[in-house]
């Protein structure tokens, strides 16, 4: 590489940040991550994109705080009305 390149003030991560997005770390029971993964494949969605719409379809029904446990609860019920 040259010695002419300066990456002193550069930055990690994506270049280009994607609006209306934030970045998460969550955990998942496996067998919720298998389910949307395998209704990806037959949809053609990413999983990731599943399990979004799953939980803004939930919002938009309730006005609940949204907690880990009611987070599970609703991945559960899409899987079961998805099998």
């Known amino acids: 590489m040259k010695k002419e390149y300066?990456?002193?003030k550069?930055?990690?991560g994506a270049v280009i940040p994607t609006p209306g997005k934030t970045r998460i770390t969550i955990y998942l029971?496996?067998?919720i991550v298998q389910?949307?993964?395998?209704?990806?494949?037959?949809?053609g969605k990413g999983y990731q994109t599943l399990i979004n719409?799953?939980?803004k379809?939930?919002?938009r029904l309730k006005d609940k705080p949204l907690t880990a446990e009611l987070v599970r609860r609703?991945?559960?019920?899409?899987l079961?009305?998805?099998?």
């Open 35 to 43: 389910g949307f993964k395998k209704q990806s494949e037959k949809t």
């Open 6 to 8: 300066d990456f002193s």
């Open 29 to 31: 029971d496996d067998d």
């Open 53 to 55: 719409e799953a939980l």
């Open 10 to 12: 550069g930055k990690r």
């Open 74 to 78: 609703i991945v559960r019920e899409e």
């Open 57 to 59: 379809a939930h919002l």
């Open 80 to 83: 079961a009305a998805n099998e």
